[in-house]
């Protein structure tokens, strides 16, 4: 399956955008889906997840009061609203299933997307 992460673009410090993510021609059927970011020189970081049929969420404490992750199971979208952005949070994000595993580790997920760059000015 593989994931289209879309809703990217350039913002303002304190400025919200919000990201999508949708399977290609197929529904969501695993346990979790999850957001990471990468910017550049780093590695690959969680930021968010959700289970998709409980709902339950996850945040890092870096987006933790700012970012809210929500599924809409008729539309098999996952989103991520992001508030409050800061120039720290430009990075490319990508959207990953999850069946099992810790929620936070990048090896738990797998369908990476092709990813959206944020990009926060200053």
């Known amino acids: 399956v593989q994931l289209q992460a879309s809703g990217g673009g350039l913002v303002q410090a304190g400025g919200s955008l919000r990201l999508s993510c949708a399977p290609s021609?197929?529904?969501?059927?695993?346990?979790?889906v999850g957001w990471f970011r990468q910017a550049p020189g780093k590695e690959r970081e969680f930021v968010a997840a959700?289970?998709?049929?409980?709902?339950?969420?996850y945040y890092s404490d870096s987006v933790k009061g700012r970012f809210t992750i929500s599924r809409d199971n008729a539309k098999n979208t996952v989103y991520l609203q992001m508030n409050s952005l800061k120039p720290e949070d430009t990075a490319v994000y990508y959207c990953?299933?999850?069946?099992?595993?810790?929620?936070?580790?990048?090896?738990?997920?797998?369908?990476w997307g092709q990813g959206t760059l944020v990009t926060v000015s200053s």
């Open positions: 990953a299933t999850s069946d099992s595993g810790t929620t936070y580790l990048v090896t738990s997920y797998r369908d």
């Open positions: 021609g197929r529904t969501f059927s695993a346990y979790r």
């Open positions: 959700i289970t998709w049929r409980g709902g339950m969420t």
